[in-house]
């Protein structure tokens, strides 16, 4: 009987464990009030040309995190991620610099209309950072 008691004690100890609201980093969204029009992305989608792999931060490495950064960015017309922001991290800022670090570095071809470049809004791109 006590077997079975220490049993489901331990099963719902285990299940109220969760990740501390602390660890994850939620921020205002500037593509939520955008009115996306997305036949400029579906008919002249901007392509990532060279992506840029984020140093993994040492501290991080050490203490065996893993986690991801999700961005929201427009790319400009020379193809660069402009007006870059963070609307969610894990856990918590651990892996911020360098992700954007790397994204600032990405390059894209970008959307043509008309003949031309243009600038596309609100692209969204999750970088996970994983030690394996």
């Known amino acids: 009987m006590k077997i079975l008691f220490y049993s489901i004690s331990m099963i719902v100890l285990l299940g ?3 990740t501390p609201e602390n660890t994850i ?3 205002e969204s500037f593509c939520s009030n955008f009115k996306h029009d997305d ?3 579906k008919y002249y989608p901007s392509k990532a040309i060279n992506r ?3 140093e993994y931060p040492l501290r991080a490495a050490k203490k065996g995190l893993e986690g991801y ?3 929201e960015f427009d790319i400009s017309t020379e193809g660069q991620p402009v007006n870059i922001n963070i609307t969610e991290s894990y856990p918590g800022n651990t892996f911020k610099s360098a992700t954007t ?3 600032k570095q990405w390059r894209y071809e970008p ?3 008309n003949g031309k470049p243009v600038d596309t809004k609100c692209h969204t791109l999750r970088l996970d ?3 394996g």
């Open 39 to 41: 036949s400029l992305n």
């Open 16 to 18: 109220c464990q969760s």
């Open 101 to 103: 670090k790397a994204l």
């Open 69 to 71: 950064v999700v961005f």
């Open 129 to 131: 950072m994983t030690m």
């Open 25 to 27: 980093n939620r921020y």
């Open 111 to 113: 959307a043509i209309l």
């Open 52 to 54: 840029v792999h984020p």
